[in-house]
């Protein structure tokens, strides 16, 4: 059906919110039997990429083939196999994997299968060098309450560490949690909404947002979220991390 001109996505200098209503599949290098949808990008003004890729049965993502460039994967929907030089994992919904600069892998899908994929330039400091490739499942990540709220669950994907120049996690809000004040920071966000719905205020704009909505908060962009309907509201959080902000 024709949306006669109209959009729930938004463009502004500090955000984007970009709805399947407007999304665009384009080829990537390293991309076999799959579409990708990018959605934050240097281009847009992020210090990062994140895209959604759809995979057909039998389609293969190998490794972007840029130097110093981190991978991170979260499978939203399907299975697939994580093989690289030394490891093969299978991951299935709601798995993930870590995957550090420079390493030859590719990503297979035994039937249909959603990914998101997050990938930063490595940033050094000292004589940190970058994790080695780890595999998990969120389902397996203990929640721990946001601020005491019994109703915003945060898992945090990544390790609390140094050599982790990023982090990834998930928010998990009961119906009607919020956060507890408007966040304003330096770290940029990307956000892929997974469940559920709600409400999020990003400047001085307030959104309807639903799972499938992908938001990117560019530095110091005003944030709140409050989640409205009757089961819970799920994304999944990148924001640069660790690192002295000069
Ligand atoms: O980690 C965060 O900054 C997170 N609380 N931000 C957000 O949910 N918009
Ligand atoms: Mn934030």
């Known amino acids: 059906m024709h949306h006669l001109g109209h959009t729930r996505s938004a ?12 999304f665009i599949r384009t ?9 990708a949808i990018v959605h934050a990008s240097p281009a847009g003004g992020a210090g990062f990429t994140q895209y959604t890729v759809e995979l057909e049965a039998g389609g293969v993502l190998a490794e ?18 994580l093989a690289s030089d030394a490891t093969f994992r299978q991951l299935t919904a709601d798995g993930f994997a870590y995957i550090p600069p420079d390493t030859a892998h ?13 990938e930063k330039p490595f940033t050094g400091v000292g004589d940190v060098v970058p994790p080695r490739l780890f595999t998990g ?11 005491g709220d019994e109703g915003l669950e945060v898992r945090a994907l990544l390790p609390a560490d140094f050599a982790q120049d990023f982090a990834v996690n998930t928010m998990t809000y009961a119906p009607g949690a919020a956060l507890s004040l408007v966040e304003v920071h330096v770290m940029e966000h990307g956000l892929m909404m997974l469940a559920g719905g709600g409400i999020y205020r990003l400047g ?13 908060m560019g530095p110091y962009c005003p944030q ?8 819970p509201a799920k994304y999944l959080i990148y924001k640069d991390f660790n690192r002295h902000p000069l």
């Not at 972007?64 to 196999?81: E, I, K, T």
């Open 11 to 22: 463009h502004h200098r500090d955000h984007l919110l970009h709805t399947p209503d407007a």
């Open 27 to 35: 080829p990537l290098p390293g991309l076999e039997k799959g579409m």
């Open 64 to 81: 972007s083939g840029l130097a110093g460039v981190q991978r991170f994967v979260y499978v939203v929907y399907g299975a697939v196999d």
């Open 106 to 118: 590719t990503i297979t899908a035994n039937a249909d299968a959603v990914l998101q994929v997050i």
């Open 137 to 147: 499942n969120e389902r397996a990540v203990a929640g721990v309450p946001l601020a």
């Open 204 to 216: 001085e704009h307030w959104y309807p947002v639903t799972a499938g909505d992908f938001i990117w």
């Open 224 to 231: 709140w979220f409050g989640a409205l309907g009757k089961t």
